[in-house]
């Protein structure tokens, strides 16, 4: 069964680099999609990114110029790395495992999360 | 358009059947999945793809899709299913992931 964890500062100060590393246990990284998604206090769920196990990846438009998910495949963790930041990335942050695939529609989902981490900005 | 427009809130009897609904142009191209939140824990999939359903998700969540809406269906809703409902899809360019606002559902 295949579990994930992120971990990481929970307190980082404005301007710097907010650093999370998820690690995937019971299964390896070199398949599927590895998402970032966070939840700011009060709001709701906001997509940040995710990496192909090719290692293509995409982003929010609106994190796009501060955020960065990369793979570790040696020690199966995916990270994501998000510059400059402010109070407003306050937030618990989730890893999720992603699937794509087709059946007369396209189809995306995310059937494995981790329990989330708060990163607090001050 | 790039986004996914859910009601913000839902109520429903105990044991009664309430609908969730999702708008949007991706909808046409892409299934959404939902997710059901509750404060202090991790999303859980609910509904993905056409209608399917992960183990261990009990038969009273159903999902379905017309044009550009997705609906969840849960039917004899429960007090445990108290909880913020979101959908997601891919956009139509196969690029960035959408998330529908969240609809918090009261089980009264």
């Known amino acids: 069964q295949v579990q994930l964890q992120e971990s990481g500062p929970g307190l980082v100060k404005s301007s710097e680099t907010l650093s999370l590393t998820c690690t995937v246990s019971?299964?390896?990284?070199?398949?599927?999609?590895w998402t970032w998604i966070r939840q700011p206090p009060g709001k709701g769920l906001e997509w940040i990114g995710y990496?192909?196990?090719?290692?293509?990846?995409n982003y929010s438009p609106s994190l796009k110029s501060r955020a960065t998910i990369s793979l570790d495949t040696s020690k199966n963790q995916v990270s994501l790395k998000l510059s400059s930041v402010t109070t407003a990335d306050t937030a618990v942050y989730y890893c999720?495992?992603?699937?794509?695939?087709?059946?007369?529609?396209?189809?995306?989902?995310?059937?494995?999360w981790g329990e989330g981490t708060t990163v607090t900005v001050s | 358009s790039s986004e996914l427009t859910q009601d913000p809130a839902v109520s429903v009897a105990l044991g009664q059947t309430v609908r969730i609904t999702c708008r949007g142009d991706?909808?046409?191209?892409?299934?959404a999945s939902w997710y059901h939140h509750k404060p202090g824990q991790p999303p859980l999939l609910v509904i993905y793809?056409?209608?399917n359903r992960p183990s261990g998700i009990p038969d009273r969540f159903s999902g379905s899709s017309s044009g550009n809406t997705a609906s969840l269906t849960i039917t004899g809703a429960q007090a445990e299913d108290e909880a913020d409902f979101y959908c997601?899809?891919?956009?139509?360019?196969?690029?960035?992931?959408?998330f529908g606002g969240g609809t918090k559902l009261t089980v009264l």
């Open positions: 999720a495992r992603g699937t794509s695939g087709w059946s007369t529609l396209y189809f995306f989902y995310m059937d494995v």
């Open positions: 019971g299964g390896s990284i070199t398949t599927h999609y």
């Open positions: 990496i192909y196990y090719s290692g293509s990846n």
């Open positions: 991706s909808l046409r191209d892409y299934y």
């Open positions: 793809g056409k209608h």
């Open positions: 997601v899809s891919r956009d139509s360019s196969a690029r960035l992931l959408l």
